[in-house]
């Protein structure tokens, strides 16, 4: 038994949100349809290694001894747009996957990472590491759509240099067992975070999801939310922290989760925290759960729908922004519709 996504400053036991305990981890080593891509990129590596991240030592440990499936982009100037898909099926059940980004300084790219699947017993242990140089600009959408019987680890860790932006978005749709580890850090002066997150749960699918943002530079800005919606007997956890530490003078962290629940029988617990150590600074964190804006909501009634239909659309329409950042139009109308389907109420 290992703790998986373990908080940093626990809060109270009896709210059972510092870590997940979990008995999970591989035996031996799965072949994987796809070749790896690249080699190893020196400068990502030292950029990591004075940073903690990840699930867990376990599951890192995993994913270094039975990685099967390796990408490497190593980035300079403008590149084009470039989508990678994580496959898994019932012939490939087990992806152990690293994918390392370097955006070197002044260069500008936008990456898609779906991890998609249909079958038996899935499981996916995911590493994504990007290492935003100055003035870089990087746009990142990770997307996780699995069926039933399914298990989702995945850690996203980002490093934010000198005036570089990195727009992030995370959208899980799916997966019956998630445990996501998602933590932005802002290293360099004027470096800035848009985070976008959504997720949907239903039947008695489980999430767990840890989003840092660690503030180290002067003037960084980091702004995330997270969106999502609990049907039937899901279950999540929602842990997330605003780390202002000591020295980022005049930095501004925001970050909140907005959850709706359509049934009694969900259970929802989420932790917006701040943590700060630096006095010039500004933070804000927020989390509202079962709740729409009842002006909106009195509106679209008034335009003869019902209830369930007004907070449908209301739904659908909050998990538009972060869905239409993914620029696979295929994808994107294929998510789009997985919701709409999902958010359909009697």
């Known amino acids: 038994m290992s703790r998986l996504n373990e908080m940093r400053m626990y809060t109270w036991n009896s709210q059972g949100l510092n870590y997940v305990d979990a008995n999970l981890g591989l035996k031996e ?109 990087v746009k990142l959408v990770v997307v996780t759509n699995f069926g039933e019987n399914s298990t989702n680890l995945q850690s996203v860790t980002t490093i934010v240099g000198e005036d570089a932006l990195l727009d992030i978005s995370y959208i899980e749709i799916g997966a019956d067992y998630s445990i996501v580890n998602i933590n932005n850090i802002l290293a360099g002066d004027r470096a800035r975070v848009i985070e976008d997150g959504i997720y949907f749960k239903e039947k008695d699918q489980f999430l767990d999801i840890l989003a840092n943002n660690d503030h180290y530079g002067n003037e960084t800005d980091s702004d995330a939310m997270f969106n999502g919606a609990l049907k039937d007997s899901a279950h999540k956890n929602w842990k997330g922290v605003v780390d202002l530490k000591h020295g980022c003078f005049e930095a501004d962290g925001k970050i909140g989760d907005y959850s709706m629940m359509f049934s009694d029988n969900v259970k929802n617990k989420t932790a917006p925290i701040l943590l700060c150590a630096e006095k010039e600074v500004a933070g804000n964190h927020a989390a509202s759960v079962g709740r729409l804006n009842k002006e909106m909501l009195f509106y679209i009634m008034s335009r003869g729908f019902d209830k369930k239909q007004a907070e449908s659309m209301m739904l659908e329409a909050t998990f538009s922004k972060a869905l239409d950042k993914i620029e696979d139009e295929s994808l994107r109308d294929e998510l789009k519709e997985r919701v709409h389907q999902m958010n359909t109420r009697n």
């Open 29 to 137: 080593k799965q072949e994987y349809f796809k070749n790896s891509e690249g080699e190893s990129i020196k400068d990502l590596e030292d950029a990591f290694k004075n940073y903690e991240y990840g699930l867990s030592d376990e599951t890192k440990r995993e994913n270094q001894e039975f990685r099967n499936f390796s990408i490497y982009r190593d980035v300079e100037g403008k590149k084009d747009f470039e989508s990678i898909e994580l496959k898994v099926d019932d012939e490939n059940n087990i992806l152990v996957a690293g994918i390392d980004i370097n955006a070197r300084e002044n260069s500008e790219s936008s990456f898609l990472i779906s991890a998609l699947g249909e079958g038996e017993n899935l499981y996916l242990n995911s590493q994504v590491r990007v290492n935003v140089a100055d003035n870089a600009k």
